[in-house]
């Protein structure tokens, strides 16, 4: 047994006389290590509990060779370490994929194994990985004019950099002109339905048809219709990205994003996923788990609430419209009705031309609003747009445009708050 004296850590800093200053009476680390590690008492809990876990451990070699092969191929709940999934992670992959893979296989079964998602540390990353996972250098995509910003960032960025190249198409094309725009090299065609900030509705079955005759896959960003209200596979679509920062999570608090797709397709996206090594904390899966449960009461909320603050928003002075599917004056409000079974609480108004000098006074200073990027959270945030160079189609030529996240404070408070701002605009020096 080692005696405490052997443990004296010798200073350089002292001369051969002088007594050492560093000293440890510590008999064995060795339980350090080892105690609190077998909890025998199995106890049933309504929630997964959260594991945090580098290591993976087995009890031989051969479960080891197992384990590596299965985690390869992608077999469900099968991990070899933290970033193959712990018990946590693999609990919200199960949720997503039997949640937002509604329609990808026959309802009777639709809790089987017909979809599976891959977790990601933002909605962002989401988008990079689906089309990592099924494009490469001499590829070529097309990406809606209306798509997410930083998305559209990432295409001319790093998917450029990879030899990706991208074409920008008028989110509202119909399938026949969507074909004219097909390559033989076209592997991907993106979706965003709505598009952000301005809200156009796209014909998703259409184009994910036109894509698929064309030997290319489609994918969508369904942040905002939500497991909910527009179902991917239901039209055809191969690969919903799912940004789960917004109302899965719910509160403000986490990022993640997930990429969902038919078992046939997923050997792709695990092999991108694992050669990436991409992956989340158990702590923020639990928080997504957390948010879900109660993903449907919100939205229906979030959703009765932009309604009516929408509607007053459309009897204001300088108001030239307002951006939201679900009213019956939008563009594409019956291809919204076509598609979608309800909206949510984002959405944007367009001001009069001229205006763009008071937007400020609208939107600063108000008391429910916060002025923030993103958005799927129980707070009410208000942002102006800033569309140049986001259009290359056909580049933004209305009034100033504002988009409003309706959170769940009371509609009263919110249109109060609202009303002194258009007070302020009013009176602000043009
Ligand atoms: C439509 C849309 N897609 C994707 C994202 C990205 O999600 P995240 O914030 O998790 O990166 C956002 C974020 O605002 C978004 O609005």
């Known amino acids: 047994m080692t005696s405490p004296d052997s443990l004296v850590i010798p200073s350089p800093h002292l001369g051969p006389t002088a007594r050492p200053q560093v000293r440890s009476t510590m008999r064995s680390t060795t339980p350090y290590s080892e105690v609190g590690r077998r909890i025998d008492a199995l106890v049933r809990t309504a929630n ?5 876990a580098s290591s993976v451990l087995f009890e031989s070699l051969a479960e080891v060779d197992q384990a590596l092969q299965d985690t390869a191929r992608g077999v469900r709940y099968a991990t070899t370490y933290g970033t193959g999934g712990v018990p946590t992670t ?33 909605g962002l990353a989401a988008i990079a990985l689906a089309v990592l996972a099924f494009a490469a250098s001499g590829d070529h995509v097309l990406m809606p ?17 990879a030899g990706i190249e991208i074409t920008f198409y008028d989110p509202r094309i119909d399938p026949a002109g969507l074909a004219q725009l097909m390559r033989p090299q076209t592997r991907i065609v993106y979706l965003e339905s709505p598009g952000s900030y301005t809200f ?12 698929r005759e064309h030997g290319a896959l ?21 690969v919903s990205i799912v940004p789960l920062t917004k109302y899965w999570g719910g509160h403000a608090d986490v990022l993640m994003g997930a990429v969902v797709v038919t078992d046939e397709l997923w050997p792709t996206v695990w092999r ?46 300088g108001v030239v419209r ?19 079974s309800g909206s949510c609480g984002l959405f944007s108004v367009e001001l009069e031309r001229g205006l763009e ?74």
């Open 48 to 52: 997964v509990p959260v594991v945090r």
């Open 145 to 161: 004019d209306s798509v997410y910003g930083p998305g559209r960032a990432l295409a001319q960025g790093q998917l450029a950099r």
């Open 218 to 238: 489609s994918m969508i960003d369904n942040a905002w219709g939500s497991p909910l209200h527009f179902h991917p596979f239901e039209h055809g679509v191969d």
């Open 90 to 122: 693999m609990a919200l992959m199960d949720a997503v994929a039997e949640l937002e893979g509604w329609g990808a296989a026959p309802a009777a079964d639709r809790a089987g194994p017909g979809t599976r998602a891959a977790l990601v540390p933002s």
């Open 322 to 340: 307002v951006l939201h599917p679900a009213l019956p004056d939008h563009p594409d409000h019956a291809r919204w009705r076509r598609d979608f």
């Open 272 to 317: 991108t996923v694992r050669g990436l090594g991409l992956c989340v904390s158990s702590d923020d899966a639990w928080l997504i788990l957390r948010g879900l449960r109660t993903l449907p009461q919100r939205v229906a909320q979030h959703e009765v609430s932009a309604i009516a603050v929408a509607q007053w928003l459309q009897r204001q002075e």
């Open 357 to 430: 000098g008071q937007v400020a006074a609208l939107v600063e200073g108000r008391r429910h609003f916060g002025i923030g990027y993103s958005w799927g959270g129980f707070e009410s945030l208000i942002m102006p747009a800033r569309l140049h160079g986001l259009r290359t189609i056909e580049p933004w030529a209305g009034g100033p445009l504002v988009r409003l996240h309706i959170g769940l404070e009371s509609v009263a408070d919110l249109l109060e708050d609202l009303e002194q701002g258009f007070r302020a605009m009013g009176s602000a020096p043009r």
């Open 200 to 211: 156009e509705i796209q014909d998703v079955a259409g184009l994910a048809a036109t894509a």
